[in-house]
């Protein structure tokens, strides 16, 4: 039985736009400014030796026992892959304990402790000493450890006032009309393009072009390509410049019972230089550091002023949980290999093409889904390109051609 998962979230939002507008003031719940990876842990001796590749915030050390064990917990850190171990210590276990803590776990030949510790003079070096010493001498207090002040992760302490207009209240989603043959066999393609409304996403520095307008024509020309070659049946979230939440996005690929879901967008890097297109699928844990921080700003498109308008609910746990099902987020994964192959003829991609990560947009259960972040509008060459009459034929016939191709194949395998 299908479920209409935008229910409460549209629950929420009649009663949220029951006002004009917001006005909320406030400071904006934020992240540390930087976070440092774990890059390399090395466990020699009675010295252990931890690296980040940017700032943390500080680590703090305990001992346990049965098995013999030291832990050290860092804030404002991101766990990476094992160690190197030696001596004292013989594994060492890593992993994120919550999003701000990186928890290391050192498993012991015998009962110790840690005596003394600092960072170094940069920030991005943890050394520990150790000291072997009899079970009755563990002791269940936590040692912390500081980097020097001048290099430590502070949260900004700007207080910001935002009023955003929301428009009139909705009571629910109207589905979008389906193009192309009237025929309910003929596989459903569900085209998302990003942002719209009080959210431009993006904001290029070259032109001032906004995200929402520059990916919802790409949507259009994807969408006119597949009504022209006619195999497969196609609808957009938004044809139009309007604001939708995440949930709703994917519920609507739901509710039409979509074969596949397509959301559009392009990306922004502090670099100017970084450039080419990227396939995001979905994953609880990200592929690279990168991956993570681009699905947290995408993520926060639902929150206006602090409010969630997406909201937390039921439904979503109700999601995750079907996530053990994993068919759907393999046949994700397939389908990004075949857009890269396919797109890839068209315009040019990143050294790594596809990308996992937790994008609230990924998460309908059921509905083969990915995000593709058609290039990048802090680049010049991308800026152009996206934005042209031609670029967006070149995206329209990458993407068009992955899509006839992924069905062809399932149709062969039946």
Partial sequence: MKIDWTQKGRRMHKQIMAFATILASGLLTINPAVAGSISRIEADGSEITI???????GASAFSLVGPNRIAIDVRGGKAGQGGYANGIVKAVRQGQYDINT???????DRPAVITNGSFSNDGKRLSLSMRSVGQSQISSGRQSFLPPVQFRAEPPRKSYSVKVPLGKPQDSVRLPKIYGPNDSSRPLVVIDAGH????????SPHGGKYEKNVVLAIAIAVRDRL???GQVRVALTRDT???LVLEERYGIARRLGADLF???HADAAGNEEASGATVYTLSEVASDREAAKLAARENKANIINGINLGGATHDVSSILIDLTQRETMNVSADFAKLLHRETSRQMTFRKIPHRYASFV??????TPSVLFETGYLTNKDDVAFLNSRQGRTKVAAGVASAIESHFARKLALR
């Fill in 51 to 57: 690296s980040f590749d940017d700032l943390v915030e």
């Fill in 102 to 108: 990186a928890r290391i776990v050192f498993d012991l």
């Fill in 196 to 203: 719209g409304g009080h959210d431009p996403g993006t904001v």
């Fill in 227 to 229: 009504i022209a070659g």
């Fill in 241 to 243: 410049d309007s604001f």
């Fill in 262 to 264: 397509i959301s559009i």
């Fill in 361 to 366: 947009v990924l998460k309908a259960p059921d």
